[in-house]
């Protein structure tokens, strides 16, 4: 497992890390995306659906992992249009779509929506909890500063009994400004500040 990646957050497991292994196909998750599994997903891998399958697993200290990408880039071929999203419910995915709105709900939660719709939480959109948007804080980023642009987005697709289709990301680093027609007004770019 050393050096391979975490397949929800798109970063490699590293030498010492206690990770979560899938006993099917052999996914390993750090802590955090083995908590969003278990809180967020009924505890199946996102690669092969296997439920309470995950086991902890210390990685050695030292040695040279299996591979060494310092982190999962979102190609074209890789993403998923939304016609398909639907098919991969349960899995992680990457996306590319136009941001309509970025809505808060009352809990903080933030909806980056990718359809228009007559309601604020409604249609396909990305979300991200309440007990995640520290993330972006500390990086200096805005949720709403995504409002208006193309992104592309890796996440865990569900579908919510109330608010419908979803795909819930956890951290910064899995969304990126993506190219699109210019739309709106300019607006300020996106900057890391915070990062060590």
């Known amino acids: 497992l050393l050096g391979l990646t975490d397949p929800l957050l798109l970063s490699p497991l590293g030498p010492g890390e206690r990770v979560w292994a899938c006993q099917?196909?052999?996914s390993g998750y750090h802590e955090q995306s083995y908590r969003v599994l278990h809180e967020r997903?009924?505890?199946r891998c996102v690669n092969c659906g296997h439920p309470g399958?995950?086991?902890?697993?210390?990685?050695?200290?030292?040695?040279?992992?299996?591979?060494?990408?310092p982190r999962v880039e979102?190609?074209?071929?890789?993403?998923?249009?939304?016609?398909?999203?639907?098919?991969?419910?349960?899995?992680a995915v990457g996306f590319r779509g136009y941001v309509h709105a970025v809505h808060r709900s009352r809990q903080g939660?933030?909806?980056i929506k990718f359809e228009q719709s007559k309601t604020p939480f409604g249609g396909f959109k990305l979300v991200v909890f309440n007990d995640y948007v520290h993330h972006w804080e500390e990086c200096g980023l805005d949720l709403f500063d995504y409002e208006g642009r193309w992104i592309t987005a890796h996440g865990l697709v569900q579908e919510h009994d109330t608010w419908g289709l979803e795909i819930l990301v956890f951290s910064p680093e899995v969304i990126a400004l993506a190219d699109g027609p210019v739309s709106g007004p300019a607006r300020k770019p996106l900057v890391w500040t915070n990062l060590a």
């Open 24 to 26: 099917r196909c052999s």
């Open 41 to 43: 997903n009924g505890g």
């Open 53 to 69: 399958g995950l086991v902890p697993v210390t990685l050695p200290a030292s040695g040279a992992p299996a591979s060494s990408p």
């Open 74 to 91: 979102l190609t074209p071929q890789a993403l998923v249009d939304l016609p398909r999203v639907r098919d991969f419910i349960g899995q």
């Open 109 to 111: 939660t933030a909806f």
